[in-house]
Structures are given as C-alpha cells and as structure tokens.
Antibody, heavy 114, light 112 residues
C-alpha cells in the first residue's frame, strides 16, 4: 500500500533553515510528483510546491520562494528545505501524492521560536 | 491568484440530518483539458487532510456514498446526505486548476 512517512518534529530559531523528509513506499517513486503543503495553527492549508520525482522538475508558489524541494530517487525520498525561517513558519508541513488517489504523510511540526 | 470562498464557516448538524457546504471560486476552474479540478477535503482533529471528492463529483476510494459533490458555474457544493458522528471535522474546497493551488477557509462541522 502507498505510504508517505515524514521525519519528526523540529524546533528552529528565526533565520535558520529546516529540512523535512518524506519517504515513499508501495509504488514506483519516479512515476509521481510529490507535493508539499504548509498548515499554520488554525489556518487553511497552503500549497507550497511540488517536484516531479521522475525528472526533478519543480514548481513553487510565489509565496514560498524560500523553499527548495528535491528528491533522492535511490532512497524514494523527497525533501523540503525552508530557509530564513520566521515565527510565521511555525506550522505542520505535509507531503502528498495527488494523482491516482490522494496520499498524505502524517505531517511534520516545525516550531520557530527564539 | 484564485480565491476560494466557503460558506458557512461553521455548521452544527443533528445526527442523521443532511449538511451542505458551498464554495465559490473567483474565476473559472475549467482547465485547458476540459476538466474542472475542484476537490473537497476533510480534516479530522489532529489528522492529515483526506481528499473526499476530486474533479467536482468523483468520490475517492473508500469514501462513503453519503458524500457528494456538484457544481453550477463557479459555485460548488459538498453535500452529506446523513451526517454521522465520524464526520466531525473541517471541510475544505481546493482548486488545482490554476497555480498556485488554493484552499477555501474551511467549514467546521460539529454535531448538535
């Protein structure tokens, strides 16, 4: 069965960088894109961007120009790096596969605090 | 950017009664391939979003048939024919036609 398993919670100071991983299993990793979504506490989710795991192409929402999304295909893992963190980046970050079904990771809480 | 506007923002429903959530997009969601990429998600407390409906009216695998979706132009509706206790949570419409994809504000469903 398709599974996306994300890395654990992180705490960072403002201005730092965080990297979140998303390990996929149960399907051919390179056949699908992986998307990243941010959800701040009590807020609607926001679509950050995606990576085509087959060729590495990426697309980012303009609001998330501080993000880098990439994959390591040998490990069937996608990564989200978010730099220059601010307090407003405190959120749960989700990875998702959205074609031929909808599969989401369990979410990774990133807390930005001074 | 496309703006998705939901109503109501909260809904209190008696078990077994129907519920309806509306969503309006600021522009047409018909993609160049002729499809309309409007989805509905459910998010239970403390859980990841779960897609219920894709392309306006198609239920995802495992979604009970009491959930249905429809459209009228740029207005979209999610209906629950008979609310059950497990339906408590926040419901979001989400458009995947125009980049960046966008969610509505969410509608919180509770049991009366």
């Amino acid at each position: 069965q398709v599974q996306l398993v994300q890395s654990g919670a992180e705490v960072r100071k403002p201005g730092a960088t965080v990297k979140v991983s998303c390990k996929a299993s149960g399907y051919t990793f390179t056949d699908y894109a992986i998307h990243w979504v941010r959800q701040a506490p009590g807020q609607r989710p926001e679509w950050m961007g995606w990576v085509n795991a087959g060729n590495g192409d990426t697309r980012y929402a303009p609001k998330f120009h501080r993000a880098t999304i990439y994959t390591v295909t040998s490990a069937s893992t996608a990564y989200l790096e978010l730099r220059d963190l601010t307090l407003e980046d405190t959120a749960v970050f989700y990875c998702a596969r959205t074609r031929n079904g909808s599969y989401w990771g369990q979410g990774t809480l990133v807390t930005v605090s001074s | 950017d496309v703006v998705m506007t939901q109503s109501p923002l909260s809904l209190s429903v008696t078990l077994g009664q129907p519920a309806s959530i509306s969503c309006r997009s600021s522009q047409s969601l018909v993609y160049s391939d002729g499809n309309t990429y409007l989805n509905w998600f459910q998010q239970r407390p403390g859980q990841s979003p779960r897609r219920l409906i894709y392309q306006v009216s198609n239920r995802d695998s495992g979604v009970p048939d009491r959930f249905s979706g429809s459209e009228s132009g740029t207005d979209f509706t999610l209906k629950i024919s008979r609310v059950e206790a497990e339906d408590v949570g926040v419901y979001y419409c989400m458009q995947a036609t125009h980049w960046p994809y966008a969610f509505g504000q969410g509608t919180k469903l509770e049991i009366k």
